[in-house]
Protein backbone atom coordinates (compact mmCIF):
# COMPACT_ATOMS: atom_id res chain seq x y z
CA UNK A 1 0.00 0.00 0.00
CA UNK A 2 1.62 3.37 -1.15
CA UNK A 3 0.87 7.04 0.61
CA UNK A 4 -1.83 8.70 0.76
CA UNK A 5 -3.62 12.25 1.30
CA UNK A 6 -6.38 13.05 3.79
CA UNK A 7 -9.53 15.29 2.23
CA UNK A 8 -11.34 16.52 4.52
CA UNK A 9 -15.69 16.79 2.97
CA UNK A 10 -18.10 19.15 5.04
CA UNK A 11 -21.22 17.28 5.92
CA UNK A 12 -22.99 19.84 3.17
CA UNK A 13 -20.92 19.10 -0.17
CA UNK A 14 -22.53 15.25 0.26
CA UNK A 15 -26.05 16.24 1.66
CA UNK A 16 -27.32 15.32 -2.06
CA UNK A 17 -25.61 12.43 -2.01
CA UNK A 18 -27.49 10.95 1.26
CA UNK A 19 -24.14 10.71 2.62
CA UNK A 20 -22.17 12.82 5.75
CA UNK A 21 -18.84 14.44 4.95
CA UNK A 22 -16.13 13.39 7.03
CA UNK A 23 -12.08 12.51 6.06
CA UNK A 24 -11.22 10.35 2.82
CA UNK A 25 -8.22 8.95 1.27
CA UNK A 26 -6.89 10.05 -1.95
CA UNK A 27 -4.42 9.34 -4.70
CA UNK A 28 -5.44 11.90 -6.89
CA UNK A 29 -3.29 14.79 -5.44
CA UNK A 30 0.32 15.76 -6.75
CA UNK A 31 2.47 13.24 -4.35
CA UNK A 32 0.55 11.98 -2.60
CA UNK A 33 2.76 12.87 0.13
CA UNK A 34 0.49 12.34 3.25
CA UNK A 35 -0.91 16.22 2.63
CA UNK A 36 -4.12 17.27 4.21
CA UNK A 37 -6.60 18.88 1.92
CA UNK A 38 -10.11 20.01 2.16
CA UNK A 39 -12.90 20.92 -0.38
CA UNK A 40 -14.67 23.82 1.75
CA UNK A 41 -18.10 25.08 1.24
CA UNK A 42 -17.52 27.64 -0.71
CA UNK A 43 -16.11 25.84 -3.75
CA UNK A 44 -12.51 25.63 -3.35
CA UNK A 45 -9.64 23.18 -2.66
CA UNK A 46 -7.33 24.04 0.00
CA UNK A 47 -4.39 22.13 1.42
CA UNK A 48 -3.04 22.46 5.25
CA UNK A 49 0.26 24.38 5.24
CA UNK A 50 2.70 23.39 8.42
CA UNK A 51 4.96 26.09 7.93
CA UNK A 52 2.28 28.73 7.43
CA UNK A 53 -0.41 26.52 10.27
CA UNK A 54 -2.93 27.85 7.74
CA UNK A 55 -4.90 26.75 4.62
CA UNK A 56 -4.15 28.16 1.79
CA UNK A 57 -6.05 28.15 -1.42
CA UNK A 58 -5.06 25.65 -4.10
CA UNK A 59 -5.52 25.62 -7.93
CA UNK A 60 -6.79 22.35 -9.21
CA UNK A 61 -8.29 21.52 -12.60
CA UNK A 62 -9.47 18.25 -13.11
CA UNK A 63 -10.97 15.36 -11.05
CA UNK A 64 -9.68 13.80 -7.82
CA UNK A 65 -10.87 10.33 -6.70
CA UNK A 66 -11.67 9.97 -2.75
CA UNK A 67 -12.91 7.07 -0.75
CA UNK A 68 -13.34 5.54 2.86
CA UNK A 69 -14.07 2.23 4.23
CA UNK A 70 -17.40 2.77 6.81
CA UNK A 71 -19.61 0.49 9.20
CA UNK A 72 -21.62 0.20 6.09
CA UNK A 73 -18.62 -0.60 3.35
CA UNK A 74 -16.44 1.20 0.49
CA UNK A 75 -17.67 4.87 0.00
CA UNK A 76 -16.20 6.36 -3.62
CA UNK A 77 -17.02 9.47 -5.07
CA UNK A 78 -15.29 11.82 -7.94
CA UNK A 79 -14.76 15.68 -7.64
CA UNK A 80 -14.82 17.57 -10.36
CA UNK A 81 -13.07 20.96 -10.18
CA UNK A 82 -12.67 23.17 -13.07
CA UNK A 83 -11.23 26.82 -12.69
CA UNK A 84 -10.19 25.62 -9.37
CA UNK A 85 -13.89 25.40 -8.11
CA UNK A 86 -16.11 22.53 -7.34
CA UNK A 87 -18.25 21.85 -10.63
CA UNK A 88 -19.92 18.41 -9.05
CA UNK A 89 -19.18 15.52 -6.48
CA UNK A 90 -20.85 12.00 -7.44
CA UNK A 91 -20.19 9.26 -5.96
CA UNK A 92 -18.42 6.18 -7.57
CA UNK A 93 -17.59 2.85 -7.38
CA UNK A 94 -14.80 0.56 -8.77
CA UNK A 95 -15.66 -3.04 -10.58
CA UNK A 96 -13.13 -4.83 -8.67
CA UNK A 97 -14.67 -3.35 -5.27
CA UNK A 98 -18.28 -3.49 -5.39
CA UNK A 99 -18.27 -6.24 -8.41
CA UNK A 100 -20.39 -4.27 -10.69
CA UNK A 101 -19.94 -0.96 -12.67
CA UNK A 102 -21.26 1.78 -10.96
Given at each position: ??LF?????????????????????????????????????????????????????????GD??????????????????????????????KA???????
Amino acid sequence: MGLFDEVYVPDELLTALGRKGGTFQSCSLPGPYLNHYRIAVDARLEKWCDENRQWVVIAHHGDILFYRITACGWEEYIARFTDSRLAWIRQHCKAAMSGKEG
